[in-house]
């Protein structure tokens, strides 16, 4: 499945329950782009229909110049819920309806993850189920001194159901991986920190964030983005696609114009 099929999955998975509470909103200003779980009332848990948000808005970065995106969630008391439970339960009651979801949340959050822009993350509440599993598809997520994540998917008696097992995995290593999954505990930023899993800080995740994006729209967009595309590559050992995406910075107008300042303050 790519990432036009998952779209057209979650849609009309979506069409097919009564629409209810709960956007994912994404704006877009100065190259850098914010997505926003907005659903407070139900600890921003995505619904069906956020699910199909997502994927359309996922889709919709794939053609914007931007160097980053900024996820967070509506509010202060979560960064997101995973599934909403109680619509799930009912629409996804069938192994096959289940394994189409899986499939494309997977496809939307790898997507996300392999996009060539730098994902940030602003978890500055908890971040629990296939909430922790979105926090696997940011480049760089920060959990603040009132956020934590908790992968908590085994203690309802389910795997994974988004692709964070298998993402986590690449981000801590096998053994890490089935500790954290297993062990169904909360981990705050240091502890998420020592497992490499995110950055920490005790204040404001948003505000660390929003000061990261500065840092990264003061910068070449072709260079982020190439180096994104590098970092992307390394996960399969492309070789090709990191020197491709060398090349197509190379003597751009970006490239020649930090070449002229850095020689000029010589």
Do not use: Y
């Not at 964070?164 to 290593?173: C, H």
């Amino acid at each position: 499945m790519n990432l036009d099929g998952a779209v057209s999955t979650l849609a009309a998975l979506a069409a097919g329950v009564p629409e209810r509470a709960g956007r994912v909103r994404l704006t877009s200003a100065d190259g850098v782009a914010t997505l926003v779980i907005d659903n407070p009332a139900s600890r921003n848990a995505l619904t069906l229909r956020m699910m199909s948000d997502l994927a359309s808005a996922v889709a919709a970065l794939q053609s914007l110049p931007i160097v980053a995106t900024l996820v967070v969630g509506e509010g202060d008391q979560s960064f997101c819920a995973g599934g909403q439970l109680d619509e799930l339960l009912g629409a996804i009651d069938r192994p096959a309806a289940a394994r189409a979801m899986c499939l494309a949340m997977g496809v939307v959050l790898d997507a996300l993850l392999d996009s060539g822009f730098v994902t940030i993350g602003a978890v500055d509440g908890p971040a629990v189920g296939g909430g922790a599993e979105l926090v696997t598809a940011l480049d760089h997520p920060i959990i603040g001194g009132r956020g934590w994540v908790h992968f908590a998917q085994v203690g309802l008696g389910i795997p994974t159901g988004w692709g964070g097992a298998r993402r986590l995995v690449g981000r801590v290593g096998r053994n890490r991986a089935l500790t954290v999954v297993l062990g169904d505990e909360r981990l705050d930023g240091p502890a998420a920190a020592t497992l490499g899993l995110a950055s920490a800080t005790p204040g404001s995740a948003r505000a660390a964030c929003e000061a990261f994006a500065g840092k990264l729209r003061a910068l070449p967009a072709s260079g982020v983005r190439g180096l994104k595309r590098q970092v992307v590559a390394a996960g399969t050992g492309d070789r090709d696609a990191d020197a491709t995406a060398f090349a197509d910075a190379w003597g751009g107008l970006e490239h020649r114009a930090a070449l002229s300042a850095r020689l000029g303050r010589r």
